[in-house]
T-cell receptor
Framework: DTGVSQDPRHKITKRGQNVTFRCDPI?????LYWYRQTLGQGPEFLTY????????KSRLLSDRFSAERPKGSFSTLEIQRTEQGDSAMYLC???????????FGQGTRLTVV | GQQLNQSPQSMFIQEGEDVSMNCTSS?????WLWYKQDPGEGPVLLIA?????ELTSNGRLTAQFGITRKDSFLNISASIPSDVGIYFC?????????FGTGTRLQVFP
């Protein structure tokens, strides 16, 4: 399967714990995006990378959130000191060209208890 | 965060009927994309539009890029049960995609 891959698919964590999610984009896609989706809403933009450079971060991305794409390939999204409001589906997408077709992974569903 | 307006919010139709939904924005976009999302899964790309006025088909799906570049439309002809899901529009310029609020489609046999 050469699509976007996310790991894990599901994560249950206690409030206050740190969690890290991984995204492997489609190979040779230089754009990588992170989105968050809550029930009944459309995906909301968090941040995106062009190769290894993080070009934009949403105001939704508080200082407890950090994303990296160290070698311009896979990316990680870390949430520190999780809160119940962080419970959501975290989606990763990649695209080959600016403003082009973005392909999504299956998402990581986070539940903070 | 910013979201585009989609209508209708939900639709309940009978198998075989045609479906129309639309997406509007206060901003201009250079690209419009339409996605379908099943429960617990990521959005799947259906159609991409790159030019104002463009009409593009993918099987029973047809989408149009509005002339004003502030809206887009999706039509599904002869609906079938597997069309059930949530349909999202997304607009893009040179950076991120901005998604719509979604249209939930239910198809009854």
């Amino acid at each position: 399967d050469t699509g976007v891959s996310q790991d894990p698919r599901h994560k249950i964590t206690k409030r206050g714990q740190n969690v890290t999610f991984r995204c492997d984009p489609i190979s040779e896609h230089n754009r990588l995006y992170w989105y968050r989706q809550t029930l009944g809403q459309g995906p909301e933009f968090l941040t995106y990378f062009q190769n290894e450079a993080q070009l934009e971060k949403s105001r939704l991305l508080s200082d407890r959130f950090s994303a990296e794409r160290p070698k311009g390939s896979f990316s990680t999204l870390e949430i520190q000191r999780t809160e119940q409001g962080d419970s959501a589906m975290y989606l990763c997408a990649s695209s080959l060209v600016v403003g082009g077709q973005a392909f999504f992974g299956q998402g990581t569903r986070l539940t903070v208890v | 965060g910013q979201q585009l307006n989609q209508s209708p919010q939900s639709m309940f139709i009978q198998e075989g009927e045609d479906v129309s939904m639309n997406c509007t924005s206060s901003s201009i976009f250079n690209t419009w994309l339409w996605y379908k999302q099943d429960p617990g899964e990521g959005p799947v790309l259906l159609i991409a539009l790159y030019k104002a006025g463009e009409l593009t088909s993918n099987g029973r799906l047809t989408a149009q890029f509005g002339i004003t570049r502030k809206d887009s439309f999706l039509n599904i002809s002869a609906s079938i049960p597997s069309d059930v899901g949530i349909y999202f529009c997304a607009g893009a310029n040179t950076d991120k995609l901005i998604f719509g609020t979604g249209t939930r489609l239910q198809v009854f046999p």
